[in-house]
């Protein structure tokens, strides 16, 4: 098999791997069975899987909705949807549709009764997505905090505790807000572990974090906020939640063991190794090459032809200028590792289809990539330095280009052994 027909293959494999995890018929299955409400039964969803989860949970519904609001990402809504409002927002930096959208969710969702009812889907995207900044907060306070968050290298998790504390709908508020209407909440899950009270900073779930633990983040990181949101910090999280009932229904476990599936179609023994990867891109991506140079040297415990799986989300600490995500890096910085190998590629991709501020999914690299980059008249380590892996990747055609598709449950990363 020529590297290009096998750069393909890992290719087909993750897009049938994000196939299988799309959320319609995990919505349709959290919903079955769930008799009519005796009040009104209202939409909200958010998140970049949201206008999906939403199509899916009306057409479930039939006509039981009695209104509204989805809120994703630009460039993700694939039309309209009766007796709902869709919105196109910001991410991963809220902006002025971000809070004209959430605010639109909670004069919705305003007044409720007992006998009514909230369905709200929640996806990987919605920390962004979903925003109203506490009183004394602003607006560009917020974009601040989230940047520096984004640029420091900390954990999802870590980027959520803080987020919550600063916002009128996360940590639980919007779950007050709606009190004593009910909610029944369906999860796609892009956080490791599946931790409800991180994914999309839990509007609707109880703070898990412990007491401090706001406080200690921003110290580990140098955060600098205002007065305001300093005296925020000391605030005790939402601790219990009577009004939320709660399903998760996808997450990177269901992506990875998909991938396996697809791959043992192909022939390829699969070794899935974790689901839980949280570590810096570039060391990601180092680690992975280092095992395929032992498989290719006949030196490993995996044996050729083999898929070796891996699912999570890594973090990437912005040094320079340039233009890349996450998968990108960790592929670029993997090409260096491979290069010169025969019958090896390795795939990063996110399966919500964007990767970072980029129209890529990601990168799919192999022996040959780094070399191919030299030869287009640009340095591999001086772009890896600059953060740059989106023109450097372009340049040897290793990018990954999906679109939005519908879907957000962490990323996926395969190394191919053929040889």
């Not at 009306?58 to 869709?86: N, S, W």
């Amino acid at each position: 098999m020529s590297a290009r027909d096998l750069k393909s293959e890992a290719v087909d494999i993750f897009k049938e791997a994000v196939a299988a995890v799309l959320p319609d018929k995990a919505v349709r299955r959290a919903l079955a069975g769930r008799g009519k409400a005796e009040g009104r039964r209202l939409l909200v969803a958010i998140g970049k899987a949201a206008w999906q989860m939403a199509a899916s949970a009306c057409e479930a519904l039939r006509g039981e909705i009695d209104g509204g609001v989805v809120i994703t990402k630009y460039g993700h809504a694939r039309g309209e949807i009766p007796r709902v409002r869709v919105f196109e927002a910001g991410h991963p930096v809220p902006d002025g549709n971000t809070y004209a959208a959430t605010e639109a969710a909670l004069a919705l969702t305003d007044g409720l009764t007992p006998p009514d009812e909230v369905i709200f889907l929640v996806s990987g995207g919605g920390s962004a997505l979903f925003e109203k900044p506490r009183e004394g907060v602003s607006a560009g306070d917020m974009a601040d905090l989230n940047r520096a968050l984004l640029e420091c290298g900390a954990s999802i998790n870590e980027i959520n505790t803080i987020r919550k504390r600063f916002s009128r709908v996360k940590g639980g508020r919007f779950a007050s807000h709606c009190a004593p209407g009910r909610i029944y909440q369906i999860i796609l899950s892009d956080v490791l572990g599946d931790r409800p009270d991180s994914i999309a900073s839990g509007p609707a779930c109880a703070d898990a974090s412990g007491p401090g633990e706001a406080a200690r983040i921003t110290r580990r990181y140098n955060l600098r906020l205002s007065p305001v949101m300093a005296r925020y910090l000391e605030d005790e999280p939402f601790e219990a939640i009577v009004n939320v009932e709660t399903a998760v229904t996808g997450s990177v476990r269901e992506l990875c063991r998909a991938a396996g599936e697809a791959a043992s179609r192909r022939g390829c023994h699969p070794y899935h190794l974790t689901t839980t990867l949280d570590c810096e891109a570039r060391e990601a991506g180092r680690f992975a090459a280092a095992l395929a140079r032992e498989i290719s040297g006949g030196a490993s415990a995996f044996a050729a032809p083999c898929a070796v799986i891996l699912g999570g989300e890594t973090v990437v600490r912005l040094r320079g200028g340039g233009v890349g995500g996450r998968n990108q890096e960790l592929a670029l910085a993997g090409a260096e590792g491979i290069r010169g190998l025969r019958g090896t590629v390795l795939l990063s991709g996110g399966s919500d289809g964007t990767d970072g501020p980029t129209d890529a999914a990601g990168g799919v690299v192999d022996g040959r990539t780094w070399d191919e980059i030299r030869e287009s008249g640009a340095d591999p380590a001086k772009l890896l330095e600059d953060n740059d892996s989106y023109h450097a990747l372009k340049r040897a055609r290793s990018l990954i280009v999906t679109g939005p598709t519908g879907t957000n449950v962490n990323d996926l990363i395969l190394l191919l052994v053929r040889r």
